[in-house]
């Protein structure tokens, strides 16, 4: 979808501009180095799409290494069909490579996301009649360890103007999809879609969250698809 796509550009050009002090010593920006992935990603959007499912930022071995938010390689190649050339960051972290389709690593979040897509409908198409998936920030923070630092936990004069441009693109995101369901994947998410929701005063729109898949919180590895599947149809989104 054009509008989507020109409102990841923008997005990307403002960020670009930030700078980031220590404890973060690296910053990816997948849509800059993945770019046709994350293009032919945004042009499955449907303009009926009636959910939107927001994750928090790209994970290393997921959407930092195919450019599609919960990017696990096996399901973006396989299921989602997109396979593009990646390029890499100019400034690589050793302990964290950019290697796009070739990486070796499981990106679990994701793995577990998009399997759950994959089981209940019959094709990527199908899901994307009616879904779609998007990351409210797309950079990833690293620190010289090659620990991940997520959004959240960065200084607030960095994380202000971090929020205003990934609130305005959010924002411009739910106009032009116009979506009946907003679902956070994880409570920040679902924090940022509050926000943006309410500030902007759009109406129409039910907000509710579903538990992160995240292999770091115990209760996502305890049937996380069996809760999720729950928690969709309490809230009326299955």
Excluded at 42 to 53: F, Q, R, Y
Excluded at 54 to 82: C, H, K, Y
Excluded at 215 to 227: E, F
Aim: net charge positive; proline share 7%; aromatic share 8%.
């Amino acid at each position: 979808m054009r509008t989507l796509v020109d409102a990841a550009r923008e997005l990307s050009s403002t960020l670009r501009q930030f700078d980031f002090a220590d404890p973060v010593t690296h910053v990816y920006n997948p849509l800059e180095y993945a770019w046709k992935s994350h293009c032919k990603f945004l042009k499955k959007a449907s303009k009926a799409t009636e959910v939107i499912l927001l994750g928090m930022n790209p994970g290393p071995w997921g959407m930092a290494q195919t450019g599609v938010p919960f990017g696990e390689i096996s399901a973006v190649r396989d299921w989602l069909g997109i396979e593009e050339n990646v390029q890499r960051p100019e400034q690589e972290h050793p302990k964290r490579p950019i290697e796009g389709f070739n990486c070796s690593r499981s990106e679990v979040s994701g793995r577990r996301l998009w399997g759950l897509f994959s089981e209940r409908f019959d094709s990527a198409d199908q899901f994307f009649e009616r879904h779609f998936v998007v990351n409210y920030c797309p950079l990833v923070f690293m620190e010289s360890s090659g620990r991940n630092r997520t959004p959240d936990k960065l200084p607030a004069g960095e994380r202000q103007p971090l929020d205003e441009a990934c609130d305005k693109h959010l924002h411009r995101v739910l106009r032009t999809l116009s979506p009946r369901h907003a679902v956070g994947v994880g409570a920040y998410a679902e924090a940022c879609l509050k926000r943006v929701i309410e500030n902007s005063k759009l109406e129409g729109i039910a907000i509710s969250r579903i538990l992160h898949p995240s292999p770091a919180s115990p209760a996502a590895n305890k049937d996380w698809a069996g809760t999720v599947k729950k928690q969709l149809s309490e809230s009326g989104v299955w």
